[in-house]
């Protein structure tokens, strides 16, 4: 089987998202799958599908820099990107990808961790979806579904912003934020930081593309994108540029008009469980879930799974093992793929914001 390759060099920052969401909209099931790459020009800052902008950015440092903000079609967590991290987009039909989202992550991964090993890295696989060296982090995945498509994506770090990372991300206190620069200090690493010197993008490129015809069992043709193509990734570029689509997270319960009253509480809570940060926001009255906002740098499939199960917790409630219950219920019937989340995980969340 071909796979596609299409480079699209440098790219302004929406675009260098709008590249690989445009071009999952085409894909039709017996398509060649495709494999992008894209560096951005300039710098922006990226939250995943399932966070909500208001947690987990600093808004006013964005807008005082010029650092836009958008949202992918992607789980994971907010991230500060710059033209030093080239991505890589798999962008596959349903039927010729993997279907389970650990498997998703296994199958993908495995040619860029040989890629890094080919360049002297010695990277490993750290599930649900990272890649360590030494105990370092040097990049992060994440996959989705998009139309008829599973998009698998990451990238390569050829150097790493961590001071704007760390002012870009709303914190409770600058002490706070200090610890968090230090932490990714130490916590992430680069090619640079590996090897002194980092390759060439077309050293790197040359050798992930050796690695996909070993691993994956595809030959790299380079392509170009076709009209229909551009056509679709003009449209996603729009769409990222869209408010309403950047801050839907947030938005839904207040937007609801719900007033609070007396045994009527509006609260937040966080939860850490292995496949990510769960955050909640959550309206209870007299003991019982009234409405429900779950968001978070987690991946799951389908890309609402998350949201309906927030639906079909109303009225539970708010009792630790009630709220297990009837989360393992809703995962199990609405065929929710989360991977790291369980129902206790769901039920910890939410009571962490019943219980403050």
């Known amino acids: ?87 890589f987009h798999f962008i596959y039909p349903q039927a010729k990808a993997p279907r389970r989202v650990t498997e998703i992550y296994s199958f993908f991964i495995e040619p860029v961790i040989q890629t890094y090993h080919a360049l002297g890295v010695e990277a490993t696989f750290r599930p649900v979806n990272d890649i360590h060296v030494n105990g370092r982090k040097i990049g992060g995945t994440g996959a989705a579904s998009v139309g008829d498509a599973t998009i698998m994506v990451g990238s390569f770090m050829f150097d790493f912003d961590v001071a704007t990372m760390a002012r870009c991300l709303k914190v409770p206190s600058e002490k706070f934020r200090d610890k968090l620069r230090q932490g990714m200090a130490d916590y992430i690493t680069t090619l640079t930081r590996e090897l002194g010197t980092p390759p060439q993008r077309d050293v790197v490129k040359q050798a992930f593309m050796e690695q996909i015809t070993k691993h994956l069992g595809v030959t790299p043709v380079m392509s170009q994108a076709t009209a229909a193509e551009l056509e679709s990734i003009d449209a996603y570029e729009a769409t990222l540029k869209d408010p309403e689509w950047t801050y839907q997270k947030g938005r839904r319960m207040v937007e609801g008009g719900v007033k609070i009253a007396e045994s009527t509480h509006l609260t937040q809570g966080a939860y850490k469980a292995p496949g990510g940060l769960i955050r909640v926001q959550l309206l209870a009255k007299d003991g019982g879930i009234v409405d429900l906002e779950i968001s978070g740098d987690f991946t799951v499939f389908p890309d609402d799974g998350m949201d309906r199960l927030a639906d079909s917790l109303k009225g539970c409630a708010l009792d630790p093992d009630a709220l297990n219950a009837a989360a393992e219920e809703a995962i199990e019937r609405l065929g929710i793929d989360a991977p790291g989340i369980s129902s206790a995980d769901i039920s910890a969340a939410v009571m962490s914001a019943h219980t403050g």
């Open 1 to 87: 089987m071909e796979l596609r390759v299409i480079d699209f060099g440098q790219q302004p920052a929406l675009r260098s998202q709008a590249v690989y969401h445009g071009i999952a909209k085409t894909i039709k099931a017996d398509d060649t799958p495709v494999l992008t790459l894209v560096n951005p020009s300039s710098p922006y800052v990226c939250v995943g599908l399932h966070q909500d902008v208001g947690l987990e950015v600093d808004e006013e440092y964005c807008r005082e820099n010029d650092l836009p903000i958008t949202r992918r079609h992607v789980g994971g967590g907010a991230v500060f990107l710059d033209q030093n991290q080239m991505f």
